[in-house]
């Protein structure tokens, strides 16, 4: 026997309340249990004290380049100190100028001994070196080339916002506490140069 309209019509009907049903109590359910936080994740720059800092200053006792077939070959063997605020805004100094075979030259070592931030009020803070004496730093030149009877030029820029991490507050001098030493070099215009 099919059952009537009036039938099919109560059954629907007792379908759709108790789905509803269900789905507040679900959701009544979801509220009572939720006890997550929520998360902002931010991103930024850390600023550096130019304003607080009088000199920034590292000694170099050796840069020497590696070539891909050739021995480490010596850019300069002898110490320098550079206070490395004296060349912002483009400003350069010449590490050392040498002859080498023509070949590709993938990295050059830079042998840091000792760095100093000097602050306004007259405090100075000497900092550890890391892998200063042992391996130096290796300052990576992808595709970098020496072309037979030319010459090259290349830039290195001693980024002292990313190498000197200031400790403490850098709202005043008194308020900084120490700086953390992580050398930061990084060649300028390389792969402009070497495309064209």
Avoid: H, W
């Avoid at 605020?85 to 400003?91: A, Q």
């Avoid at 100028?97 to 023509?102: G, I, K, N, Q, S």
């Avoid at 990295?107 to 900092?127: P, Y």
């Amino acid at each position: 026997m099919y059952p009537t309209m009036k039938a099919l019509s109560y059954f629907a009907l007792v379908v759709i309340l108790s789905g509803g049903s269900l789905l507040m109590a679900a959701c009544s359910l979801l509220d009572s249990e939720s006890s997550d936080g929520s998360l902002t994740l931010l991103l930024t720059d850390a600023p550096f004290p130019y304003d607080l800092v009088e000199e920034a200053n590292v000694t170099i006792s050796r840069v020497e380049i590696v070539g891909e077939d050739s021995a480490p070959s010596p850019i300069l063997e002898e110490v320098r100190s550079y206070n490395l605020l004296d060349l912002r805004d483009g400003v350069t100094t010449v590490l050392g100028e040498v002859d080498l075979p023509a070949g590709k030259y993938p990295q050059i070592r830079m042998i840091v001994d000792e760095a100093e931030i000097k602050l306004v009020d007259g405090t100075t803070f000497d900092l550890f070196v890391p892998s200063g004496a042992e391996t130096g730093l290796k300052i990576l030149l992808p595709n970098f080339e020496i072309v037979a009877d030319q010459e090259t030029e290349l830039t290195l820029d001693f980024d002292v916002s990313r190498s000197f991490i200031p400790q403490g507050s850098i709202e005043t001098a008194a308020g900084i506490q120490g700086f953390i030493f992580t050398p930061v070099v990084i060649p300028i215009g390389l792969q402009e140069e070497q495309a064209e």
